[in-house]
């Protein structure tokens, strides 16, 4: 009998449409609630993606998962409450109190069978949400009073780089790790980054609370490797791996199955002729997907190169998701965060004057606005290794001085074009840039030399599981020290670097742990909720602050 393999993940839902992801052990026809769609073939692995068509606005339904007519979610002996499709409500024309919540967060590293890691990385965060949820919807007499409208998954999602002792033996049964030209204990090909999503995604409570919430994923450089599109000199010394050409072609490649697909509605996925190929294949079609991401990966900086941002509305709040790592141009006349033509994309969409909105969210894996100290120490080492300096280098990529800051032209065409949006006419309440990567939390408020309409914020939550060295809680409180600030803005004035084109500070944070952010909007208000799981697992507040 086919097996579920993976899923069912819930990804984007629209008002009267669902899309549900699934894995399989075995070619196959997948249904939910009377749809059906058959599977596709890559490396082996089978995959579906079923769009329910025709459901009612605003409602919420209990689902099953059929592989060719027999059921197979849920899956006995789990006791976890139904998965649900709950759609979204139609737009208003005007603001109206509708309750949104957008749980968010960035670096998950996947359950370990070592105890002593397992002590290290401490409790997940992530789980601790999805265990709650399972009990308020079990208690709930409506589960749409407790569901989040969406799960917004920051980036590494999997740790290509750094595997798990289960990952490590699973390699070294099926391939020398001591062979000279390959990639050691790191993640080789499409087979096994299959074995990675599989290994994050299948603990109980996380693959209910995937089957359940709709997920919006963004990958950052672990998803691929430590510090991925750094700088034009990074990509040089990976270019001189004989293992790196297999392995940016399996994780793209990869990336763009479990991860990317699901992103789209499916009027924009049905348009992409990639996907369209894809299902008129007959076979495995890795060759197709290989040849795809190797064209991505080449494309970096190319005006027409592939777009992963996204954008999801959800009534009147919108939510862009941007590509933060393989949109930049790191070529020796120009280094940017995100090319022209995608960054053109990201405008067009932030400023749609049909339809305008009461939040505009930003989802970017790296925080756009860091410590004003760390600001500073990013430009200026970009600064310096424009010069040729090789430590501003060799710093930077030991670092990680890769966020926006380091990359200035975009960081300032950025807070333009936020500025732009924050005071139009039909100005939103709040902009609100969401972020992980940098292993703590923190909110900010962002002000510009003449006042906006809008609040801006920078909303920052990592790890939802993995740690941060010791000394970096020192380095990131320091950051936010006026003082050092102050003198290190003199010191960029002093080398050219232009003055900031705004200035914050924080008004929450830094917060260090395993943590999870929820976002909760209500018609033109909006608050943030940061909580971190306990040492006896369960989350415990750690702030509550009011945006509007």
């Known amino acids: 009998m086919t097996s579920l393999e993976l899923g069912p993940l819930l990804r984007h839902v629209g008002t009267t449409t669902a899309t549900i992801w699934v894995e399989t052990s075995e070619p196959c026809t997948v249904e939910v609630l009377g749809?059906?769609?058959?599977?596709?073939?890559?490396?082996?692995?089978?995959?579906?993606l079923v769009v329910v068509d025709g459901l009612e606005p605003g409602t919420v339904r209990p689902y099953e998962v059929c592989l060719d007519g027999e059921l197979?979610?849920?899956?006995?002996?789990?006791?976890?409450?139904?998965?649900?499709?709950?759609?979204?409500?139609?737009?208003?024309?005007?603001?109206?109190?509708?309750?949104?919540?957008?749980?968010?967060?960035?670096?998950?590293?996947?359950?370990?069978?070592d105890p002593e890691l397992e002590a290290s990385l401490?409790?997940?965060a992530l789980d601790a949400f999805a265990t709650r949820l399972m009990d308020e919807v079990t208690a709930a007499d409506d589960p749409?009073?407790?569901?989040?409208?969406?799960?917004?998954?920051?980036?590494?999602?999997?740790?290509?780089?750094e595997i798990t002792p289960r990952t490590e033996r699973w390699i070294r049964e099926n391939r020398d790790p001591d062979a000279a030209d390959g990639p050691g204990l790191e993640i080789a090909d499409y087979g096994e980054y299959a074995h990675l999503y599989s290994e994050s995604w299948t603990d109980r409570e996380l693959r209910w609370l995937l089957s359940t919430v709709p997920t919006a994923m963004i990958f950052d450089d672990h998803d691929v490797r430590d510090d991925w599109n750094t700088s034009?000199?990074?990509?040089?010394?990976?270019?001189?791996?004989?293992?790196?050409?297999?392995?940016?072609?399996?994780?793209?490649?990869?990336?763009?199955?479990?991860?990317?697909?699901?992103?789209?509605?499916?009027?924009?996925?049905d348009a992409d002729p990639l996907y369209r190929k894809v299902l008129e294949a007959d076979g495995d079609v890795f060759e197709?997907?290989?040849?795809?991401?190797?064209?991505?990966?080449?494309?970096?900086?190319?005006?027409?190169?592939?777009?992963?941002?996204?954008?999801?509305?959800?009534?009147?709040?919108?939510?862009?998701?941007?590509?933060?790592?393989?949109?930049r141009v790191l070529n020796a006349q120009e280094r940017l965060m995100i090319n022209d033509h995608s960054f053109a994309w990201i405008e067009e969409n932030a400023t749609d004057p049909d339809e305008e909105v009461d939040h505009l969210l930003l989802g970017s894996s790296i925080p756009w606005l860091m410590p004003p100290a760390v600001s500073h120490v990013q430009s200026l080492d970009e600064w310096a290794a424009a010069r040729g300096s090789k430590l501003a280098e060799s710093v930077r990529q030991a670092v990680d001085l890769e966020h926006w800051p380091a990359f200035r032209a975009s960081f300032d065409r950025l807070a333009d074009l936020v500025r732009g949006v924050a005071s139009g006419p039909s100005a939103p309440a709040t902009v609100c840039v969401l972020s992980g990567d940098v292993h703590h939390s923190y909110a900010a408020e962002a002000r510009y030399p003449s006042p906006t309409r809008s609040r801006v914020y920078q909303l920052t939550c990592s790890p939802v599981r993995n740690g941060?060295?010791?000394?970096?809680?020192?380095?990131?409180?320091?950051?936010?020290?006026?003082?050092l600030t102050n003198a290190l803005g003199r010191v960029a004035t002093a080398a050219g670097i232009g003055d900031l084109p705004l200035s914050w500070s924080t008004i929450g944070g830094p917060w260090f742990g395993n943590a999870v952010s929820t976002l909760e909007v209500s018609g033109r208000d909006a608050r943030i909720r940061v909580e971190r799981s306990g040492s006896r697992g369960g989350l415990e507040a750690v702030a509550e602050l009011p945006l509007t």
């Not at 749409?144 to 780089?161: E, F």
């Not at 997907?289 to 959800?314: C, H, I, M, N, Q």
């Not at 809680?473 to 950051?479: N, P, R, T």
């Open 468 to 483: 941060v060295p010791w000394f970096m809680e020192y380095v990131f409180a320091l950051g936010w020290w006026r003082g």
């Open 122 to 124: 401490g409790i997940d």
């Open 288 to 327: 197709m997907l290989a040849d795809f991401a190797g064209r991505a990966d080449a494309e970096v900086g190319e005006p027409t190169g592939v777009r992963w941002s996204y954008r999801w509305d959800l009534g009147r709040t919108r939510l862009l998701m941007v590509d933060s790592r393989c949109a």
């Open 144 to 161: 749409a009073t407790v569901l989040p409208d969406a799960l917004c998954l920051l980036g590494d999602q999997v740790y290509a780089d």
């Open 72 to 113: 197979v979610w849920p899956m006995e002996g789990t006791s976890t409450p139904p998965s649900y499709l709950r759609t979204r409500r139609e737009r208003t024309p005007e603001p109206d109190s509708t309750r949104l919540r957008f749980v968010f967060g960035s670096c998950r590293y996947p359950p370990t069978d």
């Open 35 to 48: 749809a059906s769609a058959p599977t596709f073939q890559v490396c082996g692995q089978h995959y579906a």
């Open 232 to 269: 034009q000199t990074w990509r040089e010394q990976m270019a001189s791996k004989p293992w790196w050409p297999q392995r940016i072609r399996a994780g793209l490649a990869s990336y763009w199955v479990y991860q990317h697909l699901g992103n789209l509605d499916p009027e924009t996925r």
